[in-house]
Nanobody
Framework: QVQLVESGGGLVQAGGSLRLSCAASGVISGINVMAWYRQAPGKQRELVAAIISGGTTRYAESVQGRFSISRTRSWNTAYLQMNNLKPEDTAVYYC???????????WGQGTQVTVSS
């Protein structure tokens, strides 16, 4: 099992920055993807950013150029640096980890990000 705990959310004005962290514990060996998703009220959960073994990153078009995902070498922590935040970025942000060869998927409890205009 893998446990994920997010931190770093909060209230920020438009144009500001936040850095989210995701601490992974448990049997973290075998994790080969870490990602951030978000869910706004009344909307479906959507992928924000992902980082894959080897360093490949992927971003939602709406955050390209403003957000940056990174991780520690041991996969025990993932980060999401969010710059130039907009009110439409307001959502609960969830950390996700995958062991794709096992078809295993793990989720954190989420952290609220609120951007005021």
């Amino acid at each position: 099992q893998v446990q994920l705990v997010e931190s770093g959310g909060g209230l920020v004005q438009a144009g500001g920055s936040l850095r989210l962290s995701c601490a992974a514990s448990g049997v973290i060996s075998g994790i080969n993807v870490m990602a951030w998703y978000r869910q706004a009220p009344g909307k479906q959960r959507e992928l924000v950013a992902a980082i894959i073994s080897g360093g490949t990153t992927r971003y939602a078009e709406s955050v390209q150029g403003r957000f940056s995902i990174s991780r520690t070498r041991s996969w025990n922590t993932a980060y999401l640096q969010m710059n130039n935040l907009k009110p439409e970025d307001t959502a609960v942000y969830y950390c996700n980890a995958k062991k794709s060869y096992m078809n295993a998927d793990y989720w954190g409890q989420g952290t609220q990000v609120t951007v005021s205009s």
